[in-house]
């Protein structure tokens, strides 16, 4: 085993999530076993493996779907250096860290230029005789054209290759990637606060963000995806759900929906729903032991928040007797922790529900008019994430 703990960090789509390589083997694929998961086209449900050995770690694809390292396909294990990319598919790529310390890198020595074609670039010419070029600029001559006629007979392979379709190809390139997640944050956010407002009465101003939520995607250009579909459908049905538990009609375009296993793998998070779980609890004790009393979870594993983020992954703490100063330390703990909060009292409709709710004296319904939303995704953040 290494003396210090390696990892792999994420590199595209989004940085900086890192996965310790604490176990012996550790696998990455879209299966619910796998440490990281890449719910993407193309990715298997086990696809790549990490072997951490005494004498390092070790890549290895699953031998039907390729696993590239620093752009290039391994065939057979291969011993990960520092540094080097794993492209599981185009758009999600991870760097190694082998877990050495280090203060700066080393710079890299420079290259001696002696070919006959470095000459040229830098503007000498090649030694010349009476005869022709010198015996040495002859042969090198001869194995840079060989060179050069070997890479040429590279290329084209690579693009015949490239232009035969394979069980390998995916309806995703790295800039759908990037796309399809900037576009499912947007429909979280729409969905997240469709509900609050659902939640107190606003039907009308949440059935607007509902719809906004599925047509940011519906009318994008990955619309139209078959990889892409079941995961609008998988919305609708989410918004299905909430109608259904808030006891409120479910609108038409809504009510037969067919949701295909959920999406809370759909954008990349910085946490593991266990990690969100340890790290949430270890702030409730902390409040506990600081304030003498029990920090209330008002909201957990709603049928949304299991679908966007997974069981466990969010809570919701809507207030009803928290002074500032406690709001405030949650906040400030969550944060410390890495935890996503987000406020959704920032709603002008949630103000207007409170100051509506006091002025009839129903208290009950006014709480505190904090309605703070907590979960895993680290590193996102919209129009309500508190930073």
């Known amino acids: 085993m290494p003396a210090s703990p390696s990892a792999l960090i994420a590199v595209t789509p989004i940085p900086g999530a890192e996965t310790p390589l604490t176990e012996p083997l550790v696998w990455i694929g879209s299966g619910p076993g796998c440490a990281v998961r890449v719910c993407l086209p193309g990715v298997a449900e086990f696809h790549t493996s990490i072997e951490v050995r005494a004498d390092g770690c070790w890549v290895s694809g699953n031998g039907r779907h390729p696993t590239r390292v620093n752009g290039a396909v391994i065939h057979h294990p291969q011993r990960l250096k520092h540094g080097d990319e794993i492209e599981v598919v185009a758009g999600s790529t991870y760097r190694f860290d082998d877990g050495v310390p280090r203060d700066t890198p080393a710079p890299n020595p420079k290259k001696k230029v002696t070919g006959l074609l470095d000459r040229a670039r830098r503007g000498r010419a090649p030694r010349l005789r009476a005869g022709g070029l010198a015996p040495s600029a002859n042969w090198r001559l001869m194995l840079g054209l060989l060179v050069l006629g070997g890479g040429i007979l590279l290329a084209s392979?690579?693009?015949?290759?490239?232009?035969?379709?394979?069980?390998?190809?995916?309806?995703?390139?790295?800039?759908?990637?990037?796309?399809?997640?900037?576009?499912?944050?947007?429909?979280?956010?729409?969905?997240?606060?469709?509900?609050?407002?659902?939640?107190?009465?606003?039907?009308?101003?949440?059935?607007?963000?509902?719809?906004?939520?599925?047509?940011?995607?519906?009318?994008?250009?990955?619309?139209?995806?078959?990889?892409?579909?079941?995961?609008?459908?998988?919305?609708?049905?989410?918004?299905?759900?909430?109608?259904?538990?808030?006891?409120?009609?479910?609108?038409?375009?809504?009510?037969?929906?067919?949701?295909?296993?959920?999406?809370?793998?759909?954008?990349?998070?910085?946490?593991?729903?266990?990690?969100?779980?340890?790290?949430?609890?270890?702030?409730?004790?902390?409040?506990?032991?600081?304030?003498?009393?029990?920090?209330?979870?008002?909201?957990?594993?709603?049928?949304?928040?299991?679908?966007?983020?997974?069981?466990?992954?969010?809570?919701?703490?809507?207030?009803?007797?928290?002074?500032?100063?406690?709001?405030?330390?949650?906040?400030?703990?969550?944060?410390?922790?890495?935890?996503?909060?987000?406020?959704?009292?920032?709603?002008?409709?949630?103000?207007?529900?409170?100051?509506?709710?006091?002025?009839?004296?129903?208290?009950?319904?006014?709480?505190?008019?904090?309605?703070?939303?907590?979960?895993?995704?680290?590193?996102?953040?919209?129009?309500?994430?508190?930073?």
Request: net charge neutral.
């Open 157 to 387: 392979l690579a693009v015949r290759h490239a232009a035969r379709p394979s069980e390998f190809d995916t309806p995703f390139t790295g800039a759908d990637v990037v796309l399809y997640d900037s576009l499912m944050l947007v429909a979280y956010d729409r969905i997240e606060t469709g509900s609050t407002l659902l939640t107190i009465g606003a039907r009308r101003e949440a059935l607007l963000q509902f719809a906004e939520a599925i047509t940011t995607i519906e009318t994008s250009r990955l619309g139209t995806n078959p990889w892409v579909q079941p995961k609008i459908e998988e919305l609708k049905r989410v918004v299905a759900d909430l109608y259904q538990r808030l006891g409120e009609t479910t609108p038409d375009q809504y009510s037969g929906a067919v949701g295909a296993g959920g999406l809370a793998t759909s954008l990349s998070a910085s946490m593991t729903v266990a990690q969100f779980r340890t790290l949430f609890e270890s702030l409730a004790t902390r409040f506990e032991q600081r304030f003498g009393r029990e920090l209330v979870v008002t909201g957990r594993d709603h049928p949304e928040h299991v679908s966007l983020y997974g069981r466990g992954g969010a809570i919701d703490l809507r207030t009803q007797d928290l002074s500032a100063a406690e709001i405030d330390w949650v906040i400030q703990e969550a944060q410390a922790r890495g935890i996503r909060v987000k406020d959704f009292s920032r709603l002008e409709v949630v103000r207007e529900q409170v100051r509506r709710a006091n002025a009839a004296g129903l208290q009950d319904r006014a709480s505190t008019g904090v309605h703070l939303h907590l979960d895993r995704m680290v590193n996102r953040f919209d129009r309500y994430t508190v930073r």
